[in-house]
């Protein structure tokens, strides 16, 4: 039995990319005969109206899926992380950094992960307090990364496979106080007793930074499964651009929640195109060691 969960950030409706991993974590975790559960990921102050919560959930029901237990809200949760970031403070884990995303991405040194941030240069890794003073009294406020000493570390991965990467210096916290997802991710998983994590590959490269986070805390790491993006018909990753995305997108165009699950469950290889199935008889069919891991790009054919 495994543990899983689905984590939602509220900046907008979920489309088929996030539909997609909700149903495989959600299949994951009910193979196992395991518990499903749900958190809003809502630090992100675009997350914070709560305006997409509540269509976020609906999608996921349409959908058929159930969860365990009652929501987590990572708002609700501030005080847990703060006591995690000064456990990580006292162990000498931290240092302060006033680079901008510009200035990181613009670094000569940075290498480049595709699709994701380039990796931190390391501009701030050891300033003076002469160099801190200088910096506050310039008006620009720190943000705290964690000091990840290039380590490296490696994990296996239930769908990627093997995977090693450099523990980047993640923000622990931003410039402006608040928590960020990287400590917020690994003391929710923690708390939760999250055993398997389902995710877009596209934070496949974060994972190792993650674990050494959880390492630091003397936390019990969960196992990982990174699901292969849904692509738009140019072949990169699936957005608002590429049209009708969401649930209520494709419902104004005649195509339903029921057809939105058949074309995910055919994607998997669960079922044939245009086969009239639920969730719970995708659940029947499904076999971890038999699923067809791969990307699934989505045209205009499929959801006409």
């Known amino acids: 039995m495994a543990v899983g969960r689905y984590a939602p950030s509220p900046t907008g409706d979920l489309h088929l990319g996030n539909l997609r991993t909700a149903v495989v974590a959600w299949l994951l975790a ?15 102050p675009a997350s914070r109206s709560g305006r997409f919560v509540d269509s ?20 609700e949760r501030i005080d847990a992380y703060r006591a995690a970031i000064d456990q990580l403070i006292e162990s000498d884990l931290t240092f302060r950094c006033y680079c ?42 720190a943000a705290l990364r964690f000091r990840g000493r290039g ?45 398997e994590v389902t995710r877009g590959d596209d934070l496949l490269a974060a994972t190792p930074a993650q674990l050494a986070v959880c390492e ?20 990169e990753r699936l957005a608002k651009r590429d049209g009708a995305v969401t649930l209520a997108e494709l419902a104004a165009r005649g195509v339903g929640a029921a057809t939105v699950l058949s074309l995910i469950g055919h994607s998997l290889g669960l079922c044939a195109l245009g086969e009239s ?27 006409a």
């Open 30 to 44: 009910r193979h196992s005969g395991s518990r499903f559960l749900m958190r809003v990921e809502d630090l992100d």
């Open 56 to 75: 976020q959930l609906d999608d996921l029901a349409a959908l058929g899926l159930d969860w365990d237990g009652v929501v987590m809200f990572q708002s």
């Open 100 to 141: 901008s995303r510009r200035e990181i991405r613009q670094a000569t040194q940075a290498a480049h992960d595709v699709g994701l941030a380039p990796r931190y240069p390391g501009t701030c890794h050891n300033l003076s307090e002469a160099d801190h003073e200088a910096r506050h009294l310039s008006g620009r406020p």
């Open 151 to 195: 380590r490296v570390i490696s994990l296996s991965d239930r769908i990627a496979g093997r995977y090693e990467g450099v523990v980047d210096d993640l923000v622990l916290r931003r410039n402006d106080g608040t928590p960020a997802y990287n400590i917020a991710v690994v003391v929710d998983d923690a708390d939760q007793g999250v055993e």
């Open 216 to 235: 630091a805390l003397d936390l019990r790491p969960p196992s990982y499964a990174h699901v292969p993006l849904v692509l738009g018909p140019g072949g």
């Open 277 to 303: 199935v639920d969730l719970l008889e995708l659940l029947n069919r499904f076999d971890p060691a038999e699923t067809a891991w791969t990307s699934w790009t989505v045209d205009e054919a499929q959801i």
